[in-house]
């Protein structure tokens, strides 16, 4: 923690290894949170660097006493995301076509992952705007819930109180899909 | 209320270990037997959703990404730098100065000046007016590159003459202007950049760009050694070196260029078919006699014990700026080549 600290004061003053080593500490969670969010991945790739551009270019006039790094970037990618959206209403791309895989998974896990995958977003779609936030900040982003109540400006209560909530009706809807299902 | 929000923290707690794999589903459950029951299908559905999103970017999108973040963070550090310097009101009479009275005494004058001679802040800006003015990324290139040679002229200048309190500003426009020159052919063909971007030397995310060359751009003349076709010709200035045509393709020259007294660290590899006769060939021949000379003086002005150790830091961060800057612009240009 306080070596982010650091680093993020020596980015601030422009030391530009500083923000490299940032950038590569935040690369990919922000890359999973803005999949999980767009779902296409080639979409997600230009938002991504989105973020980190617009990051280098704003960190300067960041105010390290306001909320934390974490949550500045993701504060970002979030209204990066709703220009996106506002800008191109552009409908998703099918799951199938769009989502990326991880990198060590053999043939038969990719499908299975995708499947998943697959269900587990359409899952989201039924939370609420916070529920779902908080849902991409946890476990796409990997916040821990003061950095998400920084990030989300509520309290870490609410956090909490949403993110039951939020596991709680993507439960039901999973439960509900594969009775569908059978 | 006080239950719910009780077992909203025991949630939490599980999810915490379980996010970052500190703890199983299983795990967790043991350590709150009571509440098992209500527990566990939420822990089951957190454990499918973490598992579900465990996506990765690809390892060509991150090298990409890494490769446009490091263009962008070298262009944004040019351009605060270079902008701020010089003053509006000589850019202002140069652009004036230029466009009506081109080649002007004053302008002409100030063309030899050196850091604090009251004619120098024209210099400067007449340099960045003919940036502006210049009608091609590749005329650009060249004079970025030629204003990267004059003011490692001037430092060495400041050097012998004892006036070292100008050379930081100078090592930064320095490395300014190598990470313009680096970019700039870049901006003709992104797609190619994006494509080369894998290839092009790992690019050290951490470290900016750059380039330099003579301001007075007469390309210079290279000539292969032997064993080339005619198409190959090339020639290099004295310090440099080691030539090694590829038999198979005998388009493709691999120059291993060692400046500096052949230290590995100044070595700039130069692969491809440029050495050949289009249009990009004097742009290739500025850069590759350049990639050699700029990074040997940059070099010298560092082992002088003239220079305050103070200083040193912006110059190695320039030289490193050279090298992948020429690097960079020499295989961009190659791609662009017909």
Known sequence: ?182 | MGNNKQFSNILNDCLERLITGQETVEQCLQRYPEYIDELEPLLRTAALMNKAIDVKPSDDFRARARYQMQLKMAEIKASHRVTHVVPRWAIAVCTVMLVFVLGSGTILASAGSMPGSPLYAVKLAAENVQVKLAWSQDKKTELYVAMADERVTEMTWMVNNNKTQGLEVAAQRLDSYYNKIGILPLAENTETAFSSASQAAAPAFTTAIATTTPLALSAPTITLASGATDKNDVTTPAPVTIITPIAVAPTVTVIEVPAAGQREDNVITITGNQFNTSNNSKLMNILIYNAITQPEKIQQLLDSDKVPESVKPTLRRALAASKIGYQNAINNLNNTSP
């Open chain 1, 1 to 182: 923690m306080q070596e982010e600290l650091n680093l993020v004061q020596r980015a601030r003053q422009g030391d530009h290894e500083a923000f490299a080593r940032l950038y590569e500490t935040h690369f990919d969670k922000i890359f999973r949170y803005v999949v999980l969010k767009i779902r296409n991945q080639a979409e997600a790739e230009d938002m991504t660097q989105q973020v980190f551009v617009k990051a280098f270019e704003s960190i300067g006039s960041y105010q390290m006493k306001g909320v934390p790094f974490t949550a500045w970037l993701y504060r970002i990618a979030h209204n990066q995301m709703v220009d996106y959206v506002r800008k191109e209403s552009k409908k998703p791309v099918p799951l199938d076509e769009s989502l990326p895989i991880r990198d060590d998974s053999d043939l038969e896990g990719e499908v299975e992952t995708k499947m998943e995958m697959e269900k587990v977003v359409l899952a989201t779609k039924q939370l609420t705007k916070a529920q779902r936030e908080v849902i991409s900040l946890r476990f796409a982003g990997g916040l821990s819930i003061t950095e998400a109540a920084k990030t989300m400006r509520k309290s870490e209560g609410a956090i909490k109180a949403l993110q039951h909530s939020a596991i709680l009706s993507l439960r039901k809807t999973l439960l509900a899909g594969e009775k569908g299902g059978e």
